[in-house]
Nanobody, 115 residues
Framework: QVQLVESGGGLVQPGGSLRLSCATS????????MGWYRQAPGKQRELVAG???????NYKDFVKGRFTISRDNGKNTVFLQMNSLNPEDTAVYYC?????????WGQGTQVTVSS
């Protein structure tokens, strides 16, 4: 059974930081491309950052310089370090595992940036 479990979300003040984790099981994690997405209320889900199986990263412009995606193949986990958070970053954050046409999603973790 494939599972992706996100954690690390919560309430943070503007300018603060959070580190999200997505622990996977039931997949050969090291061969999957991984991604973090987010969905704010009333908006479509959007890509935030991705990391390929070989460690190549990409970021959407709105998080460049603030967020860092990384992976630990030994722990079957992908991370998203989020710094300099602002209220526009408030959303449910999801991780996705993708290998060719196969993909799996986690259940999401809420991030709220508010004073």
């Amino acid at each position: 059974q494939v599972q992706l479990v996100e954690s690390g979300g919560g309430l943070v003040q503007p300018g603060g930081s959070l580190r999200l984790s997505c622990a996977t099981s039931g997949v050969s994690f090291s061969v999957y491309d991984m991604g973090w997405y987010r969905q704010a209320p009333g908006k479509q889900r959007e890509l935030v950052a991705g990391i390929t199986s070989v460690g190549t990263t990409n970021y959407k412009d709105f998080v460049k310089g603030r967020f860092t995606i990384s992976r630990d193949n030994g722990k079957n986990t992908v991370f998203l370090q989020m710094n300099s958070l602002n209220p526009e970053d408030t959303a449910v954050y999801y991780c996705r595992a993708r290998l060719w046409k196969t993909e799996y999603w986690g259940q999401g973790t809420q991030v709220t940036v508010s004073s």
